[in-house]
């Protein structure tokens, strides 16, 4: 390293140094910074509801002792009412919540459980150095090259041509280097003994594959130790439970495949050849009949979502950065090419009763980052009612997201979603080893 470089890190080093000194011997400072980055947490979620024309909604204040109340609770304690409803949310033992806020210039990092934090670290750094991270490490897993050929896209986009801002970083660098930045060691040497971990993410954030991260000294993943949700926000955490959600979750199932697509001038979209045989593949694990081609039809799929215990479609997905309401959007069939675009505002219009969707679709978990997250596809199911969502943040081959849901629909039937979620992976990842093929997707959510 040149000394140009090595005094240029300096201050960084010194930086997180101190911050992480600071959080071990003034806890009560971390407490106290964490319940201003919650009311922070507020005031951007309520920005982010207006952005997306949602309805008005009405939250709580939360603080670090509400949500370590919230962990505490197990089963045996929770209060059932006469109809066998919970009154209270309980999550498994073990389990903690990783929030993160930046606030000029400093990304901050809090890692609370059942006993309170736990960790907490403060580190100076831009939003483009983040951006920045996040970029090199899809680059180095090669997704986004590889998703080239399968995303729908605008013709005239392709006749532009695309720029790889690959610039040669390792995947071993990337995956560190991006583990320092929202995993740092005062935070990670507090992992070892979780088993589920729920982030709430901020900017860009929400779209890493934190599976992929590693905060061990062993180098393992860190999914090889605990399941990963992502949650929209501090308060989806206190929500009640009005039903004991593990019932009934495959008795009324929506599955869509390899919807009949009209040619259009404007957009080149690749045939998915591997879409319909996964969803008759998942449709035969539930005993359900599966909608497929021209059957699948934005009409029917809308009218019966309403009804379905549970939503799966297996088609091309649109995220944008630009427009995330009008134009992310799932592709079904309807007579003309457009007709059949289901957008995340008539999903976020739409009352739905699914507990879970799963969109094994291109980037569906991608859309415009905000101060409190991503405004895309995932979020706009849940403000329709869905409480979890398993979305893809890139496009990978057929078998290997075949073979992955297949297994994640195996799990489900006796673990929640992102415990489901992590056994899949650690299945697949037998069989194809890369990264790549097996880290794609993430539960959008919380593990209740």
């Known amino acids: 390293m040149q000394r140009r470089q090595i005094l240029k890190a300096i201050p960084f080093f010194i930086s997180t140094w101190a911050s992480a000194t600071y959080a071990q011997n003034r806890p009560d400072d971390a407490v106290r910074l964490f319940d201003l980055a919650a009311s922070k947490h507020k005031r951007e979620l309520r920005d982010l509801w207006k952005a997306r024309n949602a309805p008005s909604i009405r939250l709580s204040d939360v603080s670090s002792e509400s949500i370590a109340r919230v962990l505490k609770v197990r089963s045996e304690d929770s209060r ?52 920045e991270a996040i970029i090199k490490l899809r680059n180095s897993l090669n997704v986004d090259s590889l998703q080239r050929s399968r995303v729908p896209r605008l013709r005239e986009r392709i006749k532009a041509g695309t720029v790889d801002d690959n610039e040669g970083e390792s995947q071993d660098h990337s995956i560190n280097n991006l583990t320092q930045i929202l995993l740092p060691t005062t935070v990670a040497n507090k992992l070892d003994t979780v088993e589920h971990l729920i982030i709430v993410p901020i900017l860009e954030i929400g779209i890493v594959p934190f599976a992929i991260l590693r905060p061990f000294r062993d180098n393992s993943f860190l999914i090889d130790r605990m399941s990963i949700s992502i949650a929209p926000s501090l308060f989806d955490l206190s929500q009640a439970l009005h039903e004991d959600n593990s019932r009934g979750l495959l008795e009324s199932p929506l599955i869509v495949g390899n919807p009949y697509l009209p040619k259009s001038t404007i957009w080149s979209v690749p045939p998915l050849p591997g879409a319909e045989k996964e969803a008759q593949a998942v449709a035969k694990m539930m005993n359900a009949i599966p909608l497929l081609r021209k059957e699948a039809t934005k009409a029917e799929i809308v009218s019966r979502a309403r009804t379905s215990s ?11 950065s630009q427009n995330p309401l009008s134009d992310s959007f799932l592709m079904l069939s309807a007579e003309r090419f457009d007709q059949g675009w289901w957008t995340a505002q ?6 739905l009763r699914a507990r879970i969707a799963i969109l094994s679709a291109c980037q569906t978990g991608l859309g415009k980052a905000h101060d409190a997250g991503i405004i895309g596809l995932s979020r706009a199911f849940q403000i329709a009612g869905v409480p979890r969502v398993v979305m893809s943040l890139w496009s990978v081959d057929d078998q290997a997201t075949s073979q992955l849901m297949q297994t994640f ?23 194809y080893s890369e990264p790549s093929k097996w880290a794609s997707f993430v539960v959008f959510g919380t593990p209740r």
């Open 80 to 131: 059932i009412d006469r109809r066998g409803r919970y009154g209270e949310i309980t999550y498994p033992d073990r389990t903690a919540l990783l929030f993160y806020s930046y606030d000029k210039e400093n990304l901050q990092v809090w890692l609370v459980d059942a006993l309170g934090i736990q960790a907490y670290e403060s580190q100076r750094i831009s939003k483009q150095h983040i951006s």
């Open 310 to 320: 549970l939503l799966y479609f297996a088609t091309h997905g649109v995220a944008s």
């Open 346 to 351: 008539e999903i976020q219009s739409t009352r």
């Open 409 to 431: 629909i195996k799990h489900l039937e006796t673990q929640f979603p992102s415990e489901a979620l992590r056994q899949a992976m650690l299945e697949v990842r037998q069989e």
